[in-house]
Protein backbone atom coordinates (compact mmCIF):
# COMPACT_ATOMS: atom_id res chain seq x y z
CA UNK A 1 0.00 0.00 0.00
CA UNK A 2 1.89 3.32 -0.61
CA UNK A 3 1.36 5.65 2.13
CA UNK A 4 2.73 8.24 3.67
CA UNK A 5 2.14 9.10 7.57
CA UNK A 6 3.50 12.45 9.16
CA UNK A 7 3.87 12.54 13.27
CA UNK A 8 6.17 14.42 15.16
CA UNK A 9 3.23 17.76 15.92
CA UNK A 10 2.47 19.28 18.65
CA UNK A 11 2.05 22.10 20.89
CA UNK A 12 4.47 24.57 21.58
CA UNK A 13 5.31 27.74 22.80
CA UNK A 14 6.67 31.02 19.91
CA UNK A 15 10.21 30.60 19.57
CA UNK A 16 10.50 26.94 20.15
CA UNK A 17 11.25 24.13 17.82
CA UNK A 18 9.69 21.04 16.51
CA UNK A 19 11.01 18.14 14.09
CA UNK A 20 8.04 16.32 11.91
CA UNK A 21 8.98 13.26 10.88
CA UNK A 22 6.88 11.94 7.46
CA UNK A 23 7.47 7.77 7.03
CA UNK A 24 6.97 6.10 3.51
CA UNK A 25 5.88 2.99 2.72
CA UNK A 26 4.96 1.18 -0.50
CA UNK A 27 7.15 3.03 -2.93
CA UNK A 28 11.09 4.23 -3.16
CA UNK A 29 11.38 8.10 -2.72
CA UNK A 30 14.62 8.12 -4.02
CA UNK A 31 13.07 9.15 -7.46
CA UNK A 32 10.53 11.89 -6.30
CA UNK A 33 11.23 15.34 -5.06
CA UNK A 34 9.64 15.57 -1.71
CA UNK A 35 7.76 18.51 0.36
CA UNK A 36 6.19 19.19 3.02
CA UNK A 37 2.82 21.64 2.69
CA UNK A 38 0.44 23.02 5.16
CA UNK A 39 -2.91 24.06 5.91
CA UNK A 40 -4.15 26.38 8.24
CA UNK A 41 -7.24 26.89 9.26
CA UNK A 42 -10.04 28.98 6.78
CA UNK A 43 -6.49 28.77 4.17
CA UNK A 44 -5.50 27.18 1.25
CA UNK A 45 -2.83 24.21 1.44
CA UNK A 46 0.60 25.65 0.81
CA UNK A 47 4.18 23.88 -0.19
CA UNK A 48 6.61 25.13 2.58
CA UNK A 49 9.87 23.10 1.69
CA UNK A 50 10.99 21.03 -1.04
CA UNK A 51 14.15 18.39 -1.75
CA UNK A 52 14.60 18.06 -5.11
CA UNK A 53 15.94 14.32 -5.82
CA UNK A 54 17.92 15.09 -8.73
CA UNK A 55 20.43 17.32 -7.52
CA UNK A 56 19.25 17.16 -3.38
CA UNK A 57 18.63 21.07 -3.72
CA UNK A 58 16.40 22.39 -1.12
CA UNK A 59 13.39 25.12 -1.68
CA UNK A 60 11.56 26.86 0.64
CA UNK A 61 9.27 30.23 0.44
CA UNK A 62 9.94 33.28 2.39
CA UNK A 63 7.52 32.81 5.34
CA UNK A 64 9.95 29.71 6.45
CA UNK A 65 13.03 30.77 5.05
CA UNK A 66 15.73 30.57 7.43
CA UNK A 67 13.86 28.80 10.52
CA UNK A 68 12.92 25.16 8.69
CA UNK A 69 14.85 22.75 7.26
CA UNK A 70 13.84 19.66 5.07
CA UNK A 71 15.81 16.45 5.24
CA UNK A 72 15.16 13.05 3.91
CA UNK A 73 17.04 9.59 4.48
CA UNK A 74 16.02 7.30 1.19
CA UNK A 75 17.08 3.98 2.73
CA UNK A 76 14.97 4.41 5.48
CA UNK A 77 12.31 6.22 3.67
CA UNK A 78 11.69 9.06 5.97
CA UNK A 79 11.19 12.87 5.10
CA UNK A 80 12.28 15.64 8.09
CA UNK A 81 11.09 19.25 8.86
CA UNK A 82 12.98 21.09 11.04
CA UNK A 83 11.09 23.90 12.51
CA UNK A 84 12.76 26.36 14.55
CA UNK A 85 11.94 29.83 15.70
CA UNK A 86 7.94 29.02 15.29
CA UNK A 87 5.61 31.87 15.08
CA UNK A 88 1.66 31.66 15.74
CA UNK A 89 0.98 32.20 12.38
CA UNK A 90 3.18 28.21 11.88
CA UNK A 91 0.28 26.63 13.74
CA UNK A 92 -1.64 24.21 10.87
CA UNK A 93 -1.74 20.95 10.05
CA UNK A 94 1.46 19.82 8.28
CA UNK A 95 1.60 17.02 5.22
CA UNK A 96 4.14 15.78 3.17
CA UNK A 97 3.69 14.82 -0.50
CA UNK A 98 5.57 14.29 -3.70
CA UNK A 99 5.90 17.47 -5.39
CA UNK A 100 4.20 18.33 -7.38
CA UNK A 101 1.70 16.45 -4.71
CA UNK A 102 -0.22 13.54 -6.00
CA UNK A 103 -3.26 12.86 -4.55
CA UNK A 104 -3.63 9.20 -3.23
CA UNK A 105 -0.38 10.25 -0.93
CA UNK A 106 -2.40 13.10 1.14
CA UNK A 107 -2.03 11.55 4.69
CA UNK A 108 -4.14 12.69 7.90
CA UNK A 109 -1.03 14.98 8.18
CA UNK A 110 -0.15 16.24 11.77
CA UNK A 111 -1.04 19.14 14.07
CA UNK A 112 1.51 21.92 14.62
CA UNK A 113 0.18 24.52 17.30
CA UNK A 114 2.23 27.87 18.39
CA UNK A 115 0.76 29.51 21.27
CA UNK A 116 1.89 30.68 24.77
Known amino acids: QLQLVESGGGLVQPGGSLRLSCAAS????????IAWYRQAPGKEREGIAC????????YYPDSVKGRFTISRDNVKKMVYLQMNSLKPEDTAVYYC?????????WGQGTQVTVSS
Open 26 to 33: GFSLDYYD
Open 51 to 58: FKSADDTT
Open 97 to 105: NTDPPLKRY
